[in-house]
């Protein structure tokens, strides 16, 4: 796979305690190390132009302020370093080049992934929250429509919490469908399944909150049945994947059960929709907090696409 990589997105720094940490970057490429077939790119920084397409001007000029002031805690779990504001932006950028580089790929096989942090999917059009900063899938996914190389893109989170941000970045709208499987009762505590969208996004927004403990084979059972015909119906020219891998059976902040082979199969499963959809395909990393559990499970998802050709 073509992984986008920017040492920028190191920066970002939480502090000793905090799992969402420059770490993960370092294990994911550590574990892809020794893999065939795996090329980086660094793609350029977001333009403030682009982080417009899912945020509203006067927030990106306060996360501007605030890490040009040092930083510090926007809340409770969302911290701020001087880098971040960099960051973020090479974050949202390695996410715009997966959609451009799914889209433009004349090698189906070359599906894009991008390793950015910090992740996205909690971050609102006016608010920083849950790691997030930028909400880097949507302003990919807004920007490949605005720049007219699609007209509808498909995005499925699998990250174990509920991507609030996302959902409401395009509750209203019918062009951008977005479906989620997260464990229920956790943070951010939306995503309810009757949460379905509202105007010309009305049944474009699905939830699936399945209980703690919920293994691969739900997930496979909700793709193939609900999440599949779904995304085949809304026919997008591009489907994402918010990849998160903290639903992983050892990461330590969830209590689903995925395992390690399974994010594998979660990954042949979305390349059979995007393909069955005739959709081109890419993946942008959210959460996944066990240092092991995150490399050997993205080291899988590249298997499934480099591994034995
Ligand atoms: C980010 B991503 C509140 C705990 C909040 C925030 C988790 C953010 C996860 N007591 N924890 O979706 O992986
Ligand atoms: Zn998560």
Redesign the pocket.
């Known amino acids: 796979m073509k992984f986008g990589y920017s040492d920028t997105c190191l920066d970002h720094e939480t502090g000793v305690r905090h799992?969402?940490s420059p770490d993960r970057l370092r294990a994911i490429r550590r574990g892809l190390a020794d893999a065939h077939s795996v090329e980086y790119v660094e793609a350029d920084p977001s333009e403030r132009e682009r982080i417009r397409a899912a945020h509203d001007g006067e927030y990106i000029d306060s996360i501007e302020t605030f890490c040009d002031s040092g930083g510090g805690n926007w809340d409770?779990?969302?911290v701020v370093s001087e880098g971040t504001w960099e960051a973020a932006l090479a974050s949202a950028g390695l996410a715009e080049w997966a959609a451009e580089a799914a889209l433009s790929g004349s090698d189906g096989r070359q599906t894009p992934f991008s390793i950015g942090r910090p992740?996205g999917?909690?971050a609102e059009e006016d608010d920083a929250?849950?790691?997030?900063f930028f909400n880097n899938v949507a302003i990919a996914a807004q920007s490949v429509i605005d720049s007219g190389e699609a007209d509808r893109v498909a995005i499925f989170d699998w990250?174990?919490?509920?991507?609030n941000g996302t959902q409401d970045i395009f509750y209203d709208q019918g062009n951008v469908f977005y479906a989620s499987i997260h464990e229920d009762g956790?943070?951010?505590g939306t995503g309810d399944v009757e949460e379905t969208g509202t105007g010309a996004g009305e049944g474009t927004t699905m939830n699936l909150p399945f209980a703690p403990g919920t293994t691969t084979a739900a997930y496979l059972a909700a793709l193939s049945e609900v999440i599949g015909p779904a995304v085949e119906a809304f026919d997008p020219d591009l489907f994402l994947i918010s990849a998160?891998f903290?639903p992983h059976e050892h990461d330590p902040?969830s209590r689903m059960r995925v395992s390690t082979e399974g994010f594998g199969c979660l990954a042949a499963a979305v390349r059979e929709i995007a393909d069955d959809a005739d959709a081109a395909l890419g993946f942008v990393l959210?959460?996944?907090?066990g240092l092991d559990t995150l490399s050997d499970s993205v080291r899988k998802v590249h298997e499934v696409f480099d591994g034995y050709q």
């Open positions: 799992p969402e409770a779990d969302t992740p999917h909690h929250m849950g790691f997030c990250d174990v919490h509920h991507g956790l943070y951010p998160g903290d902040i959210e959460g996944g907090y």
